[in-house]
């Protein structure tokens, strides 16, 4: 199974801040047909994970540009600026590339 | 707009099975994947397996072969998993969520306790 190592595990932010997650997967995510299936999602307490960003950069519908998701092969980042307070919870990494999709343990956001 | 509506929390033996709705709505049913994820405290987000509507056809972690069982009724847009044998380490929130390589969609969850 492709191994999915988010860091940090927990990370604390000011309102307006900016911060980067990072996500290392344990093989190459480009899949034969050319895409890379790396996703973001943002689970907020109590809720069901949403997804906030696909193929690496690509923002789902409605979400903010303030999201912003980079990266390549095995190496990808998120970036969220001027955090809101809205903002808050834990970030998971996930990839669909290669069965099983696998996720990240998580990176939660605090205000500090 | 898209609908994923789950079934409520089971409170179940050990030893016996569980089986958990999902039902869709908003969006051509037979057109997009679901899928069945599993989330623990301790183990975090774990992919059960896949099933296209329109075809029947699945795949499975291995993980959950012999566990888990997808299934869907395409009269009335809703996905099944059964879950069989249940041990406390079945113990989870299960969600179901639409798509392929990317999950766009979620259901609200369920929780499922296995305990005597």
């Known amino acids: 199974d492709v191994v999915m190592t988010q860091t940090p595990v927990s990370l604390s932010v000011s309102l307006g801040g900016q911060v980067s997650i990072s996500c290392r997967s344990s093989?190459?995510?480009?899949?034969?047909?050319?895409?890379?299936?790396l996703s973001w999602y943002l689970q907020k307490p109590g809720q069901s994970p949403q997804l906030l960003i696909y193929?690496?950069?690509n923002r789902f519908s409605g979400i903010s540009d303030r999201f912003s998701g980079s990266g390549s092969g095995t190496d990808f980042t998120l970036k969220i600026s001027r955090v809101e307070p809205d903002d808050l919870g834990v970030y998971y990494c996930?990839?669909?590339?290669?069965?099983?999709?696998?996720f990240g343990a998580g990176t939660k956001l605090e205000l500090k | 707009q898209v609908q994923l509506q789950q079934s409520g929390a089971e409170l179940v033996k050990p030893g016996t099975s569980v089986k958990l709705s999902c039902k869709a709505s908003?969006?051509?049913?037979?057109?997009?994947?679901m899928n069945w994820i599993k989330q623990t405290t301790g183990q975090g987000l774990e992919w059960i397996g896949i099933?296209?509507?329109?075809?029947?056809?699945?795949s499975y972690n291995v993980k959950f072969k012999g566990k888990a069982t997808l299934t869907v009724d395409k009269s009335s847009s809703t996905a099944f998993m059964q879950l069989s044998s249940l041990t406390p380490e079945d113990s989870a929130v299960y969600y179901c969520?639409?798509?392929?390589?990317?999950?766009?969609?979620w259901g609200q969850g369920t929780l499922v306790t296995v305990s005597s």
């Open positions: 969520a639409r798509g392929f390589g990317s999950f766009a969609y």
């Open positions: 908003g969006y051509t049913f037979t057109s997009n994947h």
């Open positions: 099933i296209n509507p329109g075809s029947g056809g699945t």
């Open positions: 093989q190459s995510l480009v899949h034969n047909n050319g895409n890379t299936y």
């Open positions: 193929k690496v950069s």
């Open positions: 996930g990839q669909g590339t290669q069965y099983p999709d696998t």
